[in-house]
């Protein structure tokens, strides 16, 4: 989490670092802080706690000047989100921005106050300024001073350097967390990732584990883990995909919801052409004997509905598995399985580490991924895209129906591969498949109906979702949504879970959300749902016409589902699940795009 940028310009560049923390906002928004460097030479700096609008509104009564500056927006690891807290931190000529964490912090402190220095903060970085400080005042330059730091730093760390006295001089280092080098004309930049330096340019050499970089206008020289210079590629970006606005809507979340038939039709254009699957040729299932998913968050959720199809469709045995919990379990794995790796950002530190974990142990690693130039992405041995294009709003949505779409495409070249399925029936899953973004467009018709909901759920304490097979990973989806964008506690339960013990907290002030499409396991689903009016509970049933029909007497509400998609309704039945969660936290007046205390690109275990 925390975003950094640094920038040495030829312009004003406290208005530059602004507006690209603003593109990193979605990296955390607890406080926010800029040091520059003025023409005179002197080093300042302007920290505000909260959103970034803070520090701007802070700026123009209290502005900095400068062409070389850094910059950082905060979500809060160690010490809470105060003015001192917040980043760049200082100490005499040092100032340092800093997303990751320093795990050996506590030992480098102990071995400051032998020096007789104190800290000021709660905060693991601030010692990174401290013992560079301490090194410059003890005669070193501050590229050794760095460089004696960086030497001495355990943990995960991506950060930029500034130095009172040198406005021409930045040094950036990364490990574990991303950090991007961009190349401007006379002017040189570093961001979190290249779509903060977009405005700014164009090429982008990205900074392998264990660099560090000694950055002037005239250039960077890049230096690996062993201190060797290295030569690292510069890389062009597509500027035009970088646009961030919210082409007319109230809130990003509503536009990535609305953008869900184009990208799915985006994605399935590029994995299904002419009725034939297409994926990289080494994407053979032929001999794979078991598949694991692991994700964290909404992206664990796309592979957990994944394993219904691995299982159903394809019979290969398949396993899920929270990315955090994976990476320390130690579980053995068969050099004849693959690992999948879902991930919108392709940067969240448990699904890294989870992906190293299974490198060397199974016979190939995948990563499902929206950012390409991700981590993940790199570091798998094949990056499967989701095109869902940039998602901006905290909470997943379209990222997640993309994710969807690419692993039911694995799902059935698996099923196709190991001969569970014939060309007829091949093709007839393919059809279903293709029909999804334009069965999407029908769903986002539910928006009217969602928006007339959200006053009795935003009254509510607790929601329970239900859902049954595929449609139950989808329940804890719609759960987890509400939960993240209005705060209400909301839980999903496999609906013939529901007896052993979620029925206890059935009553009628506590809405129950019913998936339950016509399809096999309608009747049981319909029965479980029986069940919860039978205790004055409060059912609004989400299905197609028919299940509508049949099985929506005495419900509180439904909502009209288009029919069709076969297998793959879930993909369709996000769509209540998002507008619900979208409008309740509307109505509550919380914050849709940003909610409280999370972040999208988590880099922090
Ligand atoms: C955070 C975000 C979620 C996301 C999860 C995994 O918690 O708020 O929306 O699902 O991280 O992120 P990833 O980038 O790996 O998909």
Sequence with gaps: MCGIVGILGNHEVAPQLVEALKRLEYRGYDSAGIATVNDAGTLDRRRAVGKLVNLSDRLVHEPLTGRAGIGHTRWATHGPATEGNAHPHRHGPVAVVHNGIIENFRDLRADLAQAGITPQTDT????????????????????????????????????????????????????????????????????????????????????????????????????????????????????????????????????????????????LNHYVKNGRIVLPESVSFADVDRVLLVGCGTAHLAGHVAKYWFEQIAGLPCDIDIASEFRYREPPLSDRSWAIFVSQSGETADTLAALHYAQGKVAKTLGVVNVGTSAIARESDIALPTLAGIEVCVASSKAFTCQLAVLAVLALKAAADRGRIDAAALAAHLDDLRAIPGLLNQALAVADDCRALAGWLSEAQDVLYLGRGALYPVALEGALKLKELSYIHAEGYASGELKHGPIALIDRNVPVVVLAPRDTLFEKTVSNMQEVMARHGKVLLISDADGITEAGEGTRATLTMPMGGGAFQPILYAVPMQYLAYYTAVAKGTDVDQPRNLAKSVTVE
């Design 124 to 267: 693991d970085t601030e010692t990174v300024a401290l013992l560079t400080g301490h090194h410059m005042a003890q005669g070193m330059c501050p590229v050794e001073a760095a460089r004696a730091t960086l030497a001495r730093l355990h943990g995960a760390f991506a950060l930029a350097f500034l130095f009172d006295g040198d406005g021409d001089l930045m040094i950036a280092a990364r490990k574990g967390s991303p950090l991007a080098v961009g190349h401007g004309e006379g002017e040189m930049f570093v961001g979190s990732d290249a779509i903060a330096l977009a405005p700014f340019t164009d090429r982008i050499t990205y900074l392998e584990d264990g660099d560090h970089a000694i950055i002037t206008r005239a250039g960077v020289e890049i230096y690996d883990a062993q201190g060797r210079r290295a030569n690292r590629d510069m890389v062009r970006i597509d500027v035009g995909a970088t646009a961030i606005d919210k082409g007319g809507y109230r809130h990003f979340m509503a536009k990535e919801i609305a953008e869900q038939p184009a990208v799915l039709g985006d994605v």
